[in-house]
């Protein structure tokens, strides 16, 4: 028992040094179950900067589901958001399907389900591939690059302006997700 409590000890003095504060939560004490043993191993920290914009929040520790660890749900407050949202989160369009695919009368887990579905087609109509569109604008960015270095003109430089634009929003929407 000695060497958990110099464990625990440990991990809070560690927990100290770098700054981190430990969020709690709801539900039952424990994350982790294998037969008759019971751990809690899962916990949300943060610094002082997250805490603050998520003070109002709560942790959850869910039901286990086909797996011996509780999924925790962060439960966030309505202060504003830490880091700008998605690109896709900023398209109207994606509220309206959000709201159209999450029905408040199923459980948590139909609904991400219903919901990873239907985003995914979503994803791929509204914004296409991203990854295809980005090498596909490499490589026409490449093939005017060659001809640039025969002769200029202005169609192709007014073209590799377009490319170059669209080729930073697709940027802009990868590093989002």
């Known amino acids: 028992m000695q060497d958990v409590d110099l464990i625990c000890c440990k991990f809070s003095k560690f927990m100290e040094d770098v700054n981190l504060i430990y969020l709690g939560f709801q539900g039952p004490c424990f994350t982790w179950r294998r037969v008759t043993l019971h751990q809690l191993l899962d916990i949300y920290v943060g610094n002082e900067a997250c805490f603050n914009s998520w003070a109002d929040s709560s942790v959850l520790h869910l039901a286990r589901i086909g797996s011996d660890h509780r999924p925790l749900l962060l439960i966030g407050s309505t202060r504003q ?71 200029r003109n202005d169609y192709l430089h007014d073209l590799e302006m377009k490319l170059k634009k669209e080729l930073n929003t697709i940027l802009t929407q990868e590093k989002s997700l």
């Open 81 to 151: 958001p830490t880091q700008p949202p998605a690109s896709w989160q900023n398209d109207t369009r994606f509220v309206e399907m959000f709201m159209d695919v999450w029905n408040l009368s199923d459980n948590i887990v139909s609904n991400l389900i219903n919901f990873t579905i239907i985003d995914a087609m979503w994803n791929r109509e509204v914004f296409g591939d991203i990854g295809k569109r980005k090498a596909r604008l490499l490589a026409h960015k490449q093939g005017i690059e060659k001809v640039f270095d025969f002769s």
